[in-house]
């Protein structure tokens, strides 16, 4: 079945860029998400990029992906404290509007002060 | 902004007891979502609901799992008869299936006793 991998932590000082990366093994997948939760709270959908687009930049936050290599990438312009969390990858083949999402196990970045 | 809610925030249980979880997905959401992730493992999918029926559910989801739309508002998750391997976090999801995204509740935390 899919799968979706991801290294298990990330630490960054504060000021730095951060960079987040993700495998995936679904040749199909069609979407790619990046969801970010805080301690104790949910899911927060960050960004998404569909799969024919090779980057998106919104705001501090770029995606890359390299569709050939099956490789999602995460990156956070001038790391802030606030952004420490679990970063997780997602993917779906969105043939239909309830298809499941298949996520990574998470990230776990801290930023130092 | 709207947002998915779920209740309770933590439950407990003893093995063997029933438990229902309730979200309310987003107003104009068509398309519903179950999630679950067991600590330090991954948010794993366990069924979608789109008009009033089950539209896919993954081998997590057996005959001890039910979901319900009792009305306009709520979307629930039963749990017939928990076992101690039931213990995790659960995510109600709700997308309006148009564009690729999900928005994820905060979540209940289950412990089964």
């Known amino acids: 079945g899919e799968d979706v991998e991801q290294s298990l932590f990330l630490s960054v000082r504060e000021g730095d860029s951060s960079v987040i990366n993700c495998t995936y093994t679904?040749?199909?997948?069609?979407?790619l998400y990046w969801y970010k939760q805080e301690p104790g709270a949910g899911l927060q959908l960050l960004t998404y990029?569909?799969?024919?687009?090779d980057m998106k930049q919104d705001q501090r936050l770029t995606v890359l992906l390299n569709k050939k290599d099956k490789h999602l990438s995460l990156r956070i312009a001038d790391t802030q404290t606030g952004d420490s969390a679990i970063y997780f990858c997602?993917?779906?083949?969105?043939?239909?509007?309830?298809?499941?999402?298949?996520f990574g196990k998470g990230t776990r970045l801290s930023v130092i002060a | 902004e709207p947002e998915v809610t779920q209740t309770p925030s933590h439950q407990v249980t003893q093995m063997g007891q029933e438990v229902i979880l309730r979200c309310v997905p987003i107003?104009?959401?068509?398309?519903f979502y179950w999630y679950r992730q067991i600590l330090g493992q991954k948010v794993e999918f366990l069924v979608s609901?789109?008009?009033?029926?089950?539209?896919?559910k993954s081998e997590i989801f057996d005959d001890q799992f039910s979901v319900e739309r009792p009305d306009g508002s709520n979307f629930t998750l039963k749990i017939r008869s928990t076992k101690l391997e039931d213990s995790a976090m659960y995510f109600c999801a709700s997308s309006d299936g148009r564009a690729a995204e999900q928005y994820f509740g905060p979540g209940t935390r289950l412990t089964v006793t």
């Open positions: 679904d040749s199909s997948s069609t979407y």
């Open positions: 107003s104009n959401h068509l398309y």
């Open positions: 609901f789109y008009n009033n029926e089950i539209s896919e």
């Open positions: 990029i569909f799969s024919n687009m």
């Open positions: 997602a993917e779906t083949t969105l043939n239909s509007g309830n298809t499941p999402l298949v």
